[in-house]
């Protein structure tokens, strides 16, 4: 059991390092540890998303209001910082309204059991409206942010930015949730087989309700990194990128039937696509290819998945099962 | 969806409510008159046959792809990238006019590349049994994406004259081709669905896909027709698109598949697929075009416009689900 899913995240990374050393052989510079740095720090938003997404995939949803929740709290972040809020409550409020947002999705999902495309569909266009809405449609640019707002993603510690140091924090967190406690075993337990999750005690939907806050949650903390980033806020921001976030998923073989999926799975998906975004300028590519590219590897992953099939979900139940 | 989803879900026709459902087309119809009483308080400019007129051009093409997509949700699929076909359809035929094509071979192209994408998706979903959900994420970033390498930020905009009949031509008085081709496609989507043998297999699929082989219906073939004729209709919804705004770019039709499953649902097709009527998807047309129209006129900006989009697909849904909740509590 072990070998195999070894097997399967150890086949993406090697990839991942084929296509690095392939680009390095042309252009050395890119090999250089500075730069892979910059291309880990780079990919963190899509890294921290990919997670979030995975545990609601994983029990069988799908959240494609990431973008639009990141946008929302992102602009949220800029405006309070503009009211001269302190750095930590606008983190905390970005946070806090992300996972707000998400248990909205949730809520629907759980109580009124709506499909969960419809229900983040519709929440996707409602929250971009919503961002209009309280920015009148205005930017909020780089002068209009403080410098503590904008410094802290990119304050360096130890050689790496802020914002790698927290996604790795983050990821280091997933691991211990998804493998250590009785929550992370459910997320696989509701997604494999409801009807054995319910007989086992869990409850389903409100199994799936936690997963899309944490989703949430997770979009709010990247709106803050983004828009700090970035230093500008508007309506479009991230536009578009709920798509490379379920594209990670899907190329790090999370089944998007529920029940398959491993943390190390998400964060390779995420940096395939993030090293292909870094290298395209750097090859010499326009970087209108990379939508092309994006889709083309998630029907390819998705053509790969399927042929593991079913048997494999089955076992993950077992061995859930067995814990 | 799964056999699990569905078991845990009721379907709406199953349930108490099943006669209320026999009424969704009489709401919408009722939403319908009363969307159009207001619009023509809101503006004096509104009651004009003219005016009307324009109108519709809010709903006919994206209603075209919706009574593809309208089937395909009661079979249990979903294509979420036809608005990406009509980015790759519209651009082929952009491409074809470079190399001075005509409008008959500017239409064929225009289809043929909606019948081929819908080909593509069929191919992966029914051929290969893989969930239509993801296959069509992947293939709406693809087709676009295609787009994007052919164009970049450039623009097509040099169609022949005749080819801008198709979206600013009219049939008769005020009856634009685009509206006469609408009602033409919701006759034949009608009689398609519901009084055809085929109608028969697509709801069987969509209620039980497993019952459905076991009686002998060719379920792959099925599904994957149905693909295809959502792609042959986006290519449809390409050309009328293309020859309305004479131009081109990437970005054209961006955000459409919403707004399409959203005029499916409000039609009252159970996105789970099994039940759902085509006059219930015309009404939705109808009341979602008006709706767009009326707020149009009373400068509501688009995204505005769009919140009210999202809120009406989820409470098209949610609604009935929580009456029915309160009235199983009390």
């Known amino acids: 059991m072990i070998r195999i899913l070894s097997s399967r995240e150890a086949l993406l990374g090697a990839v991942i390092l084929v296509m690095i050393a392939g680009i390095s052989l042309r252009f050395p510079g890119f090999i250089a540890p500075d730069n892979l740095a910059g291309v880990f720090n780079d990919t963190s938003p899509l890294m921290l998303l990919a997670l979030g997404q995975m545990v609601v995939i994983l029990t069988k949803c799908i959240d494609l209001s990431v973008a639009a929740t990141l946008a929302l709290c992102g602009m949220v972040a800029a405006l309070l910082n503009g009211m001269g809020v302190p750095l930590p409550l606008v983190i905390a409020a970005a946070i806090g309204l992300g996972a707000v947002l998400g248990a909205i999705n949730g809520i629907l999902v759980w109580k009124l059991g709506i499909p969960p495309i419809v229900v983040t569909l519709g929440t996707m266009t409602i929250f971009r409206g919503i961002i209009f809405l309280i920015s009148e449609g205005r930017w909020v640019n780089a002068h209009q942010m403080s410098d503590g707002f904008k410094g802290l993603p990119r304050g360096e510690f130890l050689g790496l930015p802020v914002m ?87 190329i790090g073989g999370i089944a998007i039937a529920g029940g398959y999926g491993t943390v190390a799975g998400a964060v390779l998906g995420a940096l395939f696509l993030g090293v292909i975004k870094n290298a395209l300028p750097v090859i010499g590519i326009s970087p209108f290819w990379q939508m092309a590219i994006s889709g083309s590897a998630i029907v390819l992953a998705v053509v790969l998945n399927a042929r593991r099939g079913r048997v494999q979900g089955r076992l993950i139940l077992k061995s859930a099962e067995r814990a | ?72 949700i009661v079979a249990g699929d979903i294509d979420l990238s036809v608005a990406s076909i009509i980015a790759l359809a519209s651009t082929a035929m952009g491409v074809a006019t470079t190399f001075g094509l005509g409008t008959p071979e500017l239409v064929a192209i225009g289809l043929l590349v909606g019948l081929a994408c819908g080909a593509f998706n069929g191919a992966l979903v029914a051929g290969m049994g893989l969930p239509s959900i993801v296959v069509t994420i992947g293939t709406m970033s693809l087709f676009r994406g295609i787009s994007y390498i052919v164009l970049g930020d450039q623009a097509f905009n040099q169609y022949p004259p005749g080819f ?47 019952a459905a082989q076991f009686s002998g219906i060719r379920v792959a073939r099925v599904r994957f027709i149905l693909f295809l004729l959502t792609g042959l209709m986006s290519g449809v919804a390409a050309i009328c698109l293309t020859s309305r705004l004479g131009a081109t770019r990437p970005s054209i039709a961006y955000g459409w598949e919403l707004e399409v499953v959203t005029m499916v649902v409000l039609g009252g097709v159970s996105i789970l697929g099994g039940s759902g ?39 098209v849904i949610a609604v009935p689900r929580m009456i029915r909740m309160i009235a199983k509590r009390g």
């Not at chain 2, 509104?46 to 709903?59: C, E, G, V, Y």
């Not at chain 2, 009949?165 to 519901?194: D, K, N």
């Not at chain 2, 219930?280 to 995204?303: E, Q, Y």
């Open chain 1, 164 to 250: 790698s140091w927290i996604t790795i924090a983050v990821i280091a967190g997933f691991v211990v949730l998804i493998r250590q406690t009785a929550l992370g075993r459910s997320f696989f337990a509701v997604g494999g087989n409801a009807h054995a999750a319910v007989y086992t005690g869990i409850n389903v939907g409100r199994t799936q309700f936690i997963a899309f806050t944490i989703s949430g949650a997770l979009a709010g903390l990247v709106g803050y990194l983004w828009v700090a980033r970035y230093a500008v806020a508007y309506v479009d921001i991230a536009s578009g990128f709920e798509l490379d976030v379920v594209a990670a998923c899907v």
């Open chain 2, 1 to 72: 969806m799964s056999q699990l989803q569905r078991a845990a879900i009721p379907d709406r026709l199953n349930s108490p409510l099943a006669r209320g459902l026999k009424s969704w087309e009489a709401m919408l119809l009722v939403v319908a008159i009363g969307v159009f009483i207001l619009n023509s308080f809101a503006s004096p400019y509104f009651l004009n046959a003219w005016n009307l007129s324009d109108a519709t051009f809010n709903f006919t093409e994206k209603a075209m792809i919706a009574f593809a997509m309208a089937m395909l």
């Open chain 2, 164 to 210: 801008a009949y198709f979206g600013q031509g009219y049939v008769w008085w005020v009856i634009s081709f685009e509206f006469a081709l609408f009602a033409v496609a919701a006759v034949a989507f009608w009689v398609l669905l519901q009084r055809t043998n085929f109608g028969r297999a697509v709801y069987v699929i969509g209620n039980n896909p497993t």
């Open chain 2, 277 to 315: 009527t085509m006059l219930g998807v015309v009404l939705a047309a109808f009341v979602l075009g008006m709706v767009t129209f009326g707020f149009g006129l009373l400068n509501v900006p688009g995204i505005v416009m769009s919140i009210f989009v999202g809120l009406l697909l989820i409470g």
